[in-house]
């Protein structure tokens, strides 16, 4: 039997705008967001320069944004009326969102509970050797007022009975992760994607993961047994989240 929230399916993707997608989810009915949005990278330019090579970066359409303060506002403020009282959102960025993702949501209400840092074992080094290796990504951890979850035994069950700091390191998204097609900034399921949910969520919870891609926050919480619901525009990213759902019948 489908599983309704609101007007929506639960445990399906839609090919919607995050904004239009997220203003039919009712107040108060989202446990946990993770959300993995354009960190509009590909506005500072298509290549660096250096030693006479080009390195590419980010250039993707969906991560280029005009207005990206107001786009960022928006969509964490319907991740706020969403959420329900003590729910929390999970938001990665970099150095070039993550600051303005931290004030806006300090401005709209949440409390911020930590950061965590995924430290990437194995990160493209710094070609042009004027910076230091970017082997980092950050997550936000915040929550709407009290009576967030943070699921403390499972967290000494991952770190030998201590409770774990908030430095999760693995290498970058292995290639197995990869066989039902590519995006470019795709987020590691297992050692990353999957101790978050356990962390900040329960079996049967409702997770919102604003910005599909290629599924990974959602093959997460399916595997783990929570309902999800996402949005995405590009249906091409839709169909690799959808064979990676599917293959967990199978191969997971
Ligand atoms: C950083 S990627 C998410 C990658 C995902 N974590 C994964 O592991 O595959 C962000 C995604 O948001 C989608 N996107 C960008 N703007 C959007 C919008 N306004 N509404 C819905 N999806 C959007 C992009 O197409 C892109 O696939």
Request: glycine share 8%; net charge neutral.
């Amino acid at each position: 039997m489908k599983k309704l929230l609101g007007s929506l399916e639960l445990n399906r993707i839609y090919q919607r705008d995050v904004i239009e997608g997220m203003k039919m989810i009712p107040d108060n009915s989202i446990y946990l967001i993770i959300a993995d949005p354009p960190y509009n990278i590909g506005k500072k330019g298509n290549y660096l320069e250096a030693n006479d090579h080009k390195f590419r970066t980010v250039k993707e359409d969906w991560d280029t944004i005009e207005n990206f303060e107001e786009f960022t506002y928006k969509w964490l403020k319907e991740s706020y009326r969403v959420l329900r009282p003590g729910g929390s959102i999970l938001s990665y960025g970099t150095k070039h969102n993550i600051y303005m993702t931290g004030y806006l949501m300090d401005q709209i209400g949440y409390e911020i509970r930590t950061e965590y840092t995924w430290n990437k074992t194995n990160a493209a080094p710094c070609w042009t050797g004027r910076n230091p290796t970017e082997s980092t990504e950050n997550i936000i951890w915040a929550s709407k007022g009290k009576g967030w979850t943070y699921n403390l035994h499972y967290a000494k069950s991952i770190n030998d009975g201590k409770n774990i700091r908030n430095v999760i390191t693995t290498s970058l998204t292995p290639q197995r992760e990869k066989e039902y097609g590519k995006h470019p900034t795709q987020k590691r399921l297992e050692g990353l994607t999957d101790i978050l949910i356990n962390l900040h969520s329960n079996q049967g919870d409702i997770v919102l993961v604003p910005f599909c891609g290629s599924g990974t926050e959602i093959v997460g919480a399916q595997m783990l047994n929570r309902n999800w619901i996402s949005f995405e525009t590009n249906p091409e990213y839709i169909e690799t989240a959808n064979k990676r759902l599917d293959s967990l019948y199978i191969d997971y």
